[in-house]
């Protein structure tokens, strides 16, 4: 029987402490939505930005394949070190799935190079995320569409670079777009930005939302290719009397 993947969610878990309206909507935390939504195929464990270390220890990160991140409130308060340490894992062959506003995380804006910033609005309007790369294994089982009735609006112009695959392109209420799923590469590490889940709507509880998720962790597992060997080099054949490997 082959390893279950072992994913960890990580959450700033602060609204659902001090908001009674996101607490009424995820009473165990946003982590907690999420991490049941990915069902019994996966190994999963959960983080929080006030645990010792935000929960994120060497330990811990080694024996994780894929991280998953919801941050919005306190991105500041996660410290550098840790960035650090999750950065390191990522070119290592770490998957991070980075979902709604963890844009504006660290750690995604240390992958990306950019401000990673965005237009948005809160004025629960309908968001319809638009599938426009069909054949990807992230959009599995998925139609033409997801739909949700109330979501925040993000626009365009997102200031990212420039993905190496769309998969999901979302159309609001009020006009705008934004590219919703979008896929990178950095060093061994595979990454998904995923758009919805703003605190005060059930988004994670919608199973589209939740197939998504599930089909981007198997997406972003790490591979069993051996991580390249860097620095001086020796020849494979002589060259000007230098001897061959």
């Not at 840790?82 to 770490?94: F, Q, S, T």
């Not at 990212?160 to 990178?184: H, K, M, Y």
């Not at 998904?192 to 994670?204: A, D, I, L, Q």
């Not at 509880?205 to 972003?220: D, F, K, L, P």
Request: charged fraction near 25%; include cysteine; hydrophobic fraction near 35%.
């Amino acid at each position: 029987m082959s390893q279950k993947l072992r994913v960890t969610v990580w959450n700033e878990f602060r609204h659902e402490q001090i908001n009674e309206k996101v607490r009424a909507i995820y009473p165990e935390g946003i982590h907690h939505a999420i991490g049941a939504g990915l069902g019994e195929d996966f190994e999963i464990s959960y983080a929080t930005l006030d645990e010792e270390e935000h929960g994120l220890t060497e330990e811990k990160l080694n024996h994780t394949d894929v991280l998953i991140w919801w941050g919005h409130k306190a991105h500041r308060e996660v410290t550098d070190v840790i960035v650090e340490r999750v950065h390191k894992r990522v070119l290592g062959g770490m998957g991070l799935i980075v979902l709604h506003s963890g844009h504006f995380s660290k750690i995604f804006m240390k992958l990306m190079g950019t401000t990673c910033n965005l237009k948005w609005r809160e004025a629960d309007e309908k968001e319809r995320l638009w599938v426009v790369s069909p054949g990807h294994p992230i959009v599995e089982g998925i139609g033409p569409y997801i739909e949700l009735e109330q979501e925040e609006m993000y626009g365009e112009h997102f200031d990212i670079p420039q993905p190496d695959e769309i998969i999901l392109l979302s159309w609001f209420e009020g006009g705008e777009v934004f590219r919703s799923g979008c896929t990178f590469h950095r060093g061994q590490g595979k990454i998904f930005y995923f758009r919805p889940g703003h605190e005060t709507y059930p988004t994670y509880y919608n199973e589209q939302v939740r197939r998504v998720i599930r089909n981007a962790a198997a997406w972003a597992a790490p591979t069993t290719r051996p991580v390249p060997v860097y620095g001086k080099s020796v020849p494979l054949e002589s060259i000007k009397g230098v001897q061959p490997q």
